[in-house]
């Protein structure tokens, strides 16, 4: 390997294939910003509800999100998770590591900054910031007991007519992620590439899947072209489906989901990538568990001589599709029912990533 020495290649290699063996184990994504997660507990309380949140101070707020790290951490299981995406704030103020490590759980963190306007001033496709500053970022991460990290790029998907998303978009997104995956691994963490196909629109199957196929295949392209050690990294991408506004998205089958996404990855994502961990990108959970059931499905019943036979591990790195149950549960104080509800939706997750009927 050109650009790594063979001790750290070989742990860049062990952790990547640790987040996705034995097979059926996955990531819990966590790493929303403390925005984002105030958000989440605002809509968990009614409208109107004083719990929500909106009488607290910044102190106030803090210290109810280290609770609800703290609870989510202590209820999953390794049996079912590999690894958890830690936000930067949770890692380093909050300290909550440990809680994981010391389960065996792999600890990763967010490296990727926040969205900008794609020149000139675009307001549906966006540039992603954070490169700058982020190998000293990685490294204090590590020094945190980090040992992978992921970099989401949002990627604009409408109806051919339309022609979202523009080709300078796709070129921006699969540069950025080939220089964060570079300089994620000079900071020795394995880096997951997440580009998140958008489903907002009008776009069908087959339109979603071309756009994935062309988005994935030129992040490979920039990969291999920075000396990305690709048998240290794994990617996070959406199912490929139809958006919102089309009409076939309410009779859509698994199946039909299972084979788009069997045929993108098999196109696109080079077989030195030692595996595939899908974002759950606000579907319901019971869809977004059926849809990669259907898939590992697929792949255990295909032919020797079909292409799917090659895929790699294809498992899940959910954050909604596995806490939203939980959380709804933990505003109210239901402690037994927290454990429960990330109980079942992880074990849900773990047989669909294996293949197995979800029970
Ligand atoms: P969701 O599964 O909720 O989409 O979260 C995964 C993630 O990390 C998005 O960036």
Redesign the pocket.
């Known amino acids: 390997y050109p650009y790594h020495s063979p001790s750290v290649a070989d742990d860049l290699i062990k952790t990547a294939q640790a987040l996705v063996h034995p097979k059926g184990k996955g990531i819990y994504?966590t790493?929303e910003t403390p925005e984002a997660l105030e958000g989440v507990f605002m809509g968990s309380f009614g409208v109107g509800d004083p719990k929500a949140g909106v009488l607290l101070d910044e102190d106030e707020k803090k210290q109810r999100r280290v609770r609800w790290r703290e609870a989510a951490y202590k209820a999953v299981s390794s049996e079912y998770i590999s690894g958890v995406?830690l936000y930067e704030e949770t890692l380093l103020d909050f300290g909550l590591g440990p809680i994981l490590s010391n389960k065996g759980i792999i600890i990763g963190v967010r490296a990727n900054g926040e969205l900008a306007p794609l020149p000139p001033k675009s307001t549906s496709e966006f540039i992603v910031q954070g490169l700058d500053d982020l190998l000293p970022k990685l490294q204090a991460a590590r020094v945190s007991g980090a040992r992978f990290s992921?970099w989401?790029v949002p990627i604009a998907c409408t109806d051919i007519t339309q022609g979202l998303p523009s080709q300078i978009a796709l070129e921006v997104q699969a540069e950025t992620l080939a220089q964060y995956a570079s300089i994620s691994q000079q900071a020795g963490l394995v880096p997951i590439v997440?580009p998140?196909v958008e489903f907002s629109e009008g776009a069908t199957l087959e339109r979603s899947a071309e756009v994935h196929e062309k988005a994935i295949s030129l992040i490979y392209e920039r990969c291999k072209a920075y000396g990305v050690l690709l048998e240290g990294t794994l990617i996070?991408p959406s199912f490929p489906q139809p958006g919102l506004k089309h009409p076939s998205r309410a009779h859509i089958t698994s199946q039909e989901i299972a084979f788009a996404t069997a045929t993108v990855l098999s196109r696109s994502v080079p077989t030195a990538v030692p595996g595939v961990v899908f974002?759950?990108?606000?579907l319901q959970s019971t869809v977004a568990t059926q849809w990669l059931g259907a898939l590992n499905q697929l792949v255990a019943t295909s032919l020797p001589t079909s292409p799917f036979s090659r895929l790699p591990p294809l498992s899940f790195?959910?954050?909604?599709?596995l806490q939203g149950d939980a959380l709804k549960h933990w505003v109210k104080g239901e402690d037994k029912e927290v454990q429960e509800s990330f109980d079942k939706w992880s074990r849900a997750c773990w047989l669909a990533a294996k293949g197995d009927l979800a029970e």
């Open positions: 994504a790493d995406i992921k989401r997440e998140d996070k974002l759950s990108g606000g790195s959910f954050g909604r599709a």
